[in-house]
């Protein structure tokens, strides 16, 4: 055992002494996957794009912090706001924790309890989200997670929830796990924004019931050198629908799994994803989602711009049960290389065991189209302004998943901010 996972085992042997109350078992349990699995290697197959050294290591590599303001990102939407300092609850810049048909609770103060509404959920999502492919850091995260958003919805939420991740201390490790339960034909809109901490590691376990609604909209920070490992396992019963994007800038490292099941018939899920990466910049999408009843549609749809020897890397997968009949599956990634030192890594699978699907995939890289380039400075548009417009229209498919208008404004607007930094920066 290297000294690193020595050190990770005590650090979780001593946790795990001291868990209490209802979530003890769980975390127990995934210290013993933990163990089992062992903390991942760059010889591991989902990992191979990927060197995990810096997330899985006891040491937090220093991440300076990144002092250009920007506009908070969905600050002009009426939210329930709750705010993390590198991963510690800040009470009073979070807003009251209470919204009509939502029930909201910190896990370090529901923990302590003998029973909650979250024990048969808090880990059991990313348990079952370690087959066929292991994940030993979501295990990592539900053995040691100190705190975290607990979140059962029983209606439609009047408003969006916003979870807001402040970087402060450039030696910080913020680990969270976030749990959100939609009871039947129930809505909620989950925001999350902001770098977090110079190392992050966060688990999003989403139980969706029938006939219920979950949108889920985040943007990750801007800090140049922090790096991030996040987690989301999701569950969808009869009817539900379940959607998810990401916008990414800058950054070291950036690892975003998506472990999605559909378990009930005419279930919907999308996970999207649009990545900016300048230089010094590796960002991950991996995705395994199931189908395992009938008449359900899935949709993957990436779009990363990479520059100055960015690294963009996609694993998606597709996976088709036996009896998961009129199974509608889609999956598109794509690159944008704005230079000849910039790298995009594919790997998109479909593994189908039903006969009446209709399943497609597609990856494909390329520089920005000269033609539109030429054009739009022949008509007196600037180089500069020129690539960002080409670099717009590149993202939009993804951005367009975004059912929410006023959501996908706040990102194209912001998208277009950074864009135009980056130009003159």
């Not at 807003?95 to 059991?124: C, F, N, Q, T």
């Not at 999308?270 to 990545?275: L, N, P, Q």
């Not at 009129?326 to 000849?340: A, C, F, R, V």
């Not at 494909?364 to 000269?370: F, L, Q, Y």
Request: charged share 25%.
């Amino acid at each position: 055992m290297s000294a690193d996972a020595a050190q990770t085992e005590n650090r979780l042997d001593a946790l795990a002494t001291l868990a209490t109350g209802w979530s003890a078992e769980a975390r127990a349990n995934a210290l013993a996957r933990l163990r089992e699995m062992g903390l991942p290697t760059k010889r591991d197959e989902y990992w191979k794009y990927t060197d995990p050294t810096t997330l899985a290591s006891e040491a937090v590599t220093e991440a300076a912090l990144y002092t250009e303001q920007d506009t908070p990102l969905f600050d002009d939407i009426d939210r329930l706001k709750i705010v993390f300092v590198d991963g510690v609850f800040d009470a009073a810049a979070s807003d009251d924790l209470s919204l009509e048909h939502v029930e909201i609770m910190r896990l370090s103060e529901a923990a302590a309890a003998d029973i909650h509404w979250a024990k048969p959920l808090y880990g059991v999502l990313e348990a079952n989200g370690q087959t066929p492919v292991a994940r030993p850091l979501a295990a990592l995260n539900t053995a040691m997670a100190e705190d975290g958003i607990l979140i059962r919805v029983t209606g439609k939420a009047s408003k969006p929830v916003s979870l807001i991740y402040k970087h402060l201390a450039t030696t910080s490790e913020a680990i969270l796990h976030h749990v959100v339960k939609l009871d039947e034909g129930a809505e909620l809109t989950l925001t999350e924004s902001g770098p977090a901490a110079a190392r992050f590691n966060k688990v999003l376990e989403v139980d969706v019931a029938d006939g219920a609604a979950f949108h889920h909209v985040r943007g990750q920070g801007r800090d140049h050198e922090r790096r991030a490992v996040t987690h989301t396992f999701a569950r969808l019963g009869k009817e539900s629908v379940f959607k998810s994007f990401t916008m990414t800038a800058n950054g070291v490292l950036t690892r975003n799994e998506c472990v999605i099941e559909l378990n009930g018939d005419d279930a919907h899920a999308t996970v999207a994803g649009a990545a900016v990466g300048d230089g010094v910049f590796h960002h991950d999408d991996t995705v395994f989602i199931t189908h395992d009843a009938l008449n359900c549609e899935s949709r993957q749809v990436f779009k990363k711009v990479l520059r100055n020897g960015a690294v963009g890397v996609f694993q998606g997968k597709i996976l088709v049960k036996e009896g998961a009949q009129k199974t509608d599956g889609y999956q598109i990634s794509q690159s944008l290389l704005l230079d000849e030192d910039s790298q995009f890594l594919a790997k998109p699978e479909l593994e189908i065991y039903a006969d009446d699907v209709a399943c497609s995939h597609g990856s494909t890289s390329g520089a920005i189209d000269e033609e539109a380039l030429f054009y739009l400075q022949s008509r007196g548009v600037p180089k500069d302004q020129a690539q960002d417009l080409l670099v717009l229209a590149f993202l939009g498919e993804a951005l367009d998943e975004v059912e929410d208008e006023t959501l996908s404004d706040s990102l194209r607007a912001q998208l277009e901010n950074w864009l135009s930094k980056r130009s003159h920066g």
